[in-house]
C-alpha cells in the first residue's frame, strides 16, 4: 500500500492521467514469480491469476465501502518497477488508485455501457 508522498509520485508517473494525479493511496499487488504453484502436467503458472483474486478481492471490499478504485494495467512497467523498487524475480500486473470519489464526479467518467446478459452468457 503506497501512501508516502515521494513514492506516491514516482508511481504516479508511470501513468500519467489528470484523475489519477490526486489520488491519496495506490495499491499494488506484487508476487515472486520463483515462489509460485505451477501445475505439473503443463507447467501453467498461477502468479498472475493469484495476484488477480487478491487484487479483485480487495476492490471488491473497498466497492462495499464506498471507496472508488480502478484496475490499472497500462502502466509503464519499468517507471512503475523503479518506483517500487521490485527485485527481478518480482511481478506486478495491476495497480489500483483506493480513495473516496469527488463530489459530482470526475469529468473524464465515462457513461457505462453493459451488453445484456444474454450476449455474454450461454445455458447449456
Ligand atoms: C486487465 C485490465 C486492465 C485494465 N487497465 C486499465 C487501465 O490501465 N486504465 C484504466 O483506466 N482502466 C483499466 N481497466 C478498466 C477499469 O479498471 C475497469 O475494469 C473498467 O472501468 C470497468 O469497470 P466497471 O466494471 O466497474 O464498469 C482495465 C481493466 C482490465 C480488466
Redesign the pocket.
Known amino acids: 500500500v503506497i501512501e508516502s508522498p515521494n513514492i506516491l509520485e514516482r508511481v504516479k508517473k508511470s501513468?500519467v492521467r489528470s484523475w489519477f494525479d490526486d489520488v491519496p493511496l495506490v495499491l499494488a499487488v506484487v508476487g515472486n514469480k520463483n515462489e509460485v504453484w505451477q501445475r505439473k502436467y503443463d507447467g501453467y503458472n498461477s502468479l498472475e491469476t493469484d495476484l488477480s483474486i487478491a487484487m479483485d478481492h480487495m476492490i471488491l471490499a473497498a466497492s462495499a465501502l464506498g471507496i472508488g478504485s480502478?484496475?490499472?494495467?497500462?502502466?509503464e512497467p519499468e517507471v512503475l518497477r523503479g518506483a517500487l523498487q521490485l527485485k527481478e524475480d518480482q511481478e506486478i500486473f495491476?495497480i489500483t488508485p483506493l480513495g473516496y470519489p469527488k463530489e459530482g464526479g470526475s469529468e473524464e467518467v465515462k457513461e457505462?455501457t453493459r451488453k445484456k446478459l444474454g450476449d455474454i452468457m450461454r445455458m447449456i
Do not use: Q
Open positions: 501513468y480502478c484496475w490499472i494495467a497500462n502502466f495491476a457505462k
